[in-house]
């Protein structure tokens, strides 16, 4: 633990008697004193505050940046409205996933949100691909809060008025408690909520603010990814990978109209030859979502298998969701497998346990559209 990184919270969830796991580099919270199962309930009906200041946060200058970021991505940032912030897909040669990020148009920069575990692959192939066309600064004096929950909006409005009037997937500077943040309406719960960029020499006293009201309590990584699989979000190096592409994740809604084959910018970034054949043509191989018929949680690598023995694909993200109160799981299958209400099996200790395809989210996302 000595050689990780410490985000600018560290103090503070030590004091809050968090037991801290090494993730992505960082020291970080995995869960506090009231467990996983209740930090996870206390987020889906109230609000929790989340630690993600491991994320990269970067700001990227320069007249050319919009195009010159559709080179990197199958995103349209070009016409990215001021505010507005998009969910893109990092590709390479072949259409696999490099990582996935947020864009925000803030006016005169873009700002852009990364994997922590993906940062400086992220960085480098961001400054060797158009370096000479953008002004890149990697922001590492900023931390990132997340509060998250359908008492978030409340909560910050007492702090910052105007966040309630904000839509999902909008992002503007807020004041919080005489703090300047960033702010989008965006989250990786399935939840309404808030991420919150601000200097990292404030986040220790705006987060202790925010956990001054009783609706909020402090959550770690654990309950961080049952609330993201139950929403039936990706997690960057399980289900998503550079081998894995956009269309056989079940993410063509990331892929923006007007950078498909048929659209006014169409291509123009790595494996889109390949993207867009399979968008033709279809995949061969599709993420689904599965609901365990028995109560043993399936866990990430365990086998699938049809009623014949065959192997029909493998588990890349699985556990018990307690909002459903039942195990689920997120795979890659054979195309022709990928039937929702069908039946498979995934091996468990070499045994057969029954499963069912079904569609995602597991639990309904609840976001803010205004």
């Known amino acids: 633990m000595s050689d990780l990184q410490l985000t600018p919270l560290n103090d503070l969830h030590l004091e809050l008697g968090a037991r801290m796991v090494p993730f992505a580099g960082y020291s970080m919270p995995v869960q506090y004193k009231l467990g996983l ?48 912030q998009r969910y893109a897909l990092l590709t390479n040669d072949d259409g696999g996933i490099l990582d996935d990020l947020m864009i925000t148009n803030a006016g005169d920069h873009l700002f852009v949100v990364v994997n922590a575990a993906c940062k400086a692959q992220d960085i480098e192939r961001i400054e060797t691909t158009i370096g000479n066309e953008i002004d890149l600064r990697v922001l590492t004096d900023r931390a990132l809060l997340a509060l998250q929950g359908p008492a978030a909006a409340g909560v910050l409005a007492q702090l910052a008025p105007d966040c309630q009037s904000m839509p ?8 919080i408690d005489g703090t300047a943040c960033y ?22 006293r705006i987060a202790r603010r925010l956990l001054e009201f009783p609706e909020v309590l402090p959550i770690g990584l654990g309950a961080r990814d049952t609330l993201r699989l139950e929403a039936g979000l990706c997690l960057y190096g399980q289900d998503l990978d550079s081998a894995t592409t956009p269309v056989e994740a079940g993410l063509n809604w990331a892929l923006s109209k007007a950078r498909r084959a048929d659209g006014e910018r169409a291509g123009g970034y790595p494996g889109a030859d390949i993207i867009h054949r399979q968008q033709s043509e279809g995949p061969t191989r599709k993420r689904i979502g599965l609901v365990a018929q028995g109560r043993a949680p399936v866990r990430a690598g365990a086998e699938l298998v049809d009623a014949g023995g ?61």
């Open 37 to 84: 199962i209740g930090e996870h309930a206390h987020t889906r009906n109230q609000a929790g505050l989340f630690d993600v200041s491991h994320m990269g946060q970067l700001h990227i200058g320069g007249e050319g940046r919009a195009p010159a970021m559709e080179k990197l991505v199958p995103i349209d940032v070009v016409d990215l409205a001021h505010g507005r």
């Open 168 to 175: 999902f997937m909008t992002a503007q500077p807020l004041d």
């Open 183 to 204: 702010v989008s309406r965006s989250g990786y719960t399935g939840e309404d909520g808030y991420e919150i960029s601000l200097p990292a020499a404030d986040a220790d």
């Open 310 to 370: 065959n192997s029909i694909g493998t588990v890349t993200s699985g556990g018990y969701a307690p909002t459903l109160g039942a195990p689920v799981a997120m795979a890659y299958v054979d195309a022709a497998h990928a039937v929702v209400d069908s039946e498979i099996n995934a091996l468990l200790r070499g045994k057969p346990q029954p499963m069912t395809v079904t569609k995602m989210p597991f639990v309904p996302q609840r976001y803010y559209r205004g």
